[in-house]
């Protein structure tokens, strides 16, 4: 793809993806007749079907991404945690599939976020619904984490109130919350 094509569908598909529209699946019917064979050969070699979702971009999908700054600073603070080995860790509104999920691989994790969070049936993980623009009586704490979400604070996107210096009172109370020689 040429240069002077990616500056010209680049914006195109960011409007899409606001719209809702995902062009990644749009470009992916043209999996659908491969899908039909695959299922009718399914079929025919005595394969059972109770239950059908058609899901073509799986034909051109990777393993899964390994790359980019969000992967490697959860891996690297993950690991912070790992070698302090703090009495206390709690985690403030990060990505609990990612982040949280390393850390609760090797010790127990206090997550806390606007938004709620279906329970989950991992011992090491325990959510606390709070906003953290708000002074929370959460206790201190000698390991406080908050990756990828501070700049959000404010925003208006989680069903948090609209603040301007949303991120500046998320900053202080992420403070008050680390005790002496804890760490942020």
Known sequence: MSPKFKKIL??????MQQLGLDPLKIVSLKNYLRYRR???EWISKGGNITYSQMV?????????????????QDLLVA???????????????????GFVAHV???REVEVVDIRPLERSKHKNI???????MNPQNLGKTDSLSCLHAIEHFGLGR????????????????LIKLVSNGGYL
């Open 10 to 15: 680049k914006p195109i598909v960011l409007v």
């Open 38 to 40: 695959d299922k009718k």
């Open 56 to 72: 073509l971009s799986d034909y051109e999908d990777m393993a899964g991404n390994a790359k980019g700054h969000n992967f490697h």
């Open 79 to 97: 690991n912070f945690i790992y070698e302090n080995k703090p009495r206390r860790h709690i985690d403030i509104a990060s990505r609990v599939d």
């Open 104 to 106: 609760a691989s090797f």
């Open 126 to 132: 325990n959510f606390v619904q709070a906003d953290l």
């Open 158 to 173: 989680y069903n948090d109130p609209i603040e301007v210096d949303g991120h500046l009172k998320g900053i202080d109370n």
